[in-house]
């Protein structure tokens, strides 16, 4: 997808603020994403998917095995970019990648997820295991489907 290079460092500057408070906002591609403020509802259904879905590579604990599958706790990689965390939700990921200073070179299948999945399942990855508290709506996954 087009991202100016121009931007990137405003963008990963704005990423990088993991402050956690509720006001606080980070703009990737014109999508601005609170913090913190996933409803428990959200939150809940984001758990179920991820213990079903998510938690077959990433752990139940979201620690990855450290071999082929990364980290989804406490990853640098996560809190950096939560609109590129959309992308990986839409359309898996191959090749390699850089997560907390050890390179994964494997695959990830595109989840097959409403919005509204996607959306639970993120926020409730964000609100845990000390990352960055993204909060993702449905309207925010319909958005990154759109640009693409
Ligand atoms: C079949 C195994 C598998 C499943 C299921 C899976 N992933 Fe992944 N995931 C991977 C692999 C492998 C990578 C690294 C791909 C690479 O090396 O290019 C990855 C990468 C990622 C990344 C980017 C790197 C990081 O660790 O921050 C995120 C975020 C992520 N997955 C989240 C999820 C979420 C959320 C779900 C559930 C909706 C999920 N994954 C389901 C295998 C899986």
């Given at each position: 997808?087009?991202?100016?290079?121009?931007?990137?460092?405003l963008l990963l500057f704005s990423c990088?603020?993991?402050?956690?408070?509720?006001?606080?906002?980070?703009?990737?591609?014109?999508?601005?994403?609170?913090?913190?403020?996933?409803?428990?509802?959200?939150?809940?259904?984001?758990?179920?998917?991820?213990?079903?879905?998510?938690?077959?590579?990433?752990?139940?604990?979201?620690?990855?095995?450290?071999?082929?599958?990364?980290?989804?706790?406490?990853?640098?990689?996560?809190?950096?970019?939560?609109?590129?965390?959309?992308?990986?939700?839409?359309?898996g990921m191959d090749g390699k990648?850089?997560?907390?200073?050890?390179?994964?070179?494997?695959?990830?299948?595109?989840?097959?997820?409403?919005?509204?999945?996607?959306?639970?399942?993120?926020?409730?990855?964000?609100?845990?295991?000390?990352?960055?508290?993204?909060?993702?709506?449905?309207?925010?996954?319909?958005?990154?489907?759109?640009?693409?």
């Open positions: 997808m087009f991202r100016p290079l121009f931007l990137l460092p990088q603020d993991n402050s956690g408070a509720a006001t606080a906002t980070a703009e990737h591609s014109g999508i601005s994403l609170s913090k913190n403020t996933a409803s428990d509802e959200e939150l809940q259904l984001g758990k179920e998917i991820y213990n079903a879905v998510c938690a077959a590579c990433h752990l139940s604990e979201g620690t990855g095995d450290g071999k082929n599958f990364p980290p989804v706790a406490a990853s640098d990689y996560l809190n950096e970019d939560p609109v590129r965390s959309i992308e990986i939700m839409l359309y990648i850089k997560v907390n200073g050890k390179t994964y070179d494997s695959f990830m299948p595109p989840q097959k997820l409403t919005d509204e999945e996607t959306a639970a399942v993120l926020s409730y990855v964000y609100a845990n295991w000390q990352n960055a508290g993204f909060h993702v709506t449905p309207a925010d996954v319909a958005t990154v489907k759109e640009k693409l």
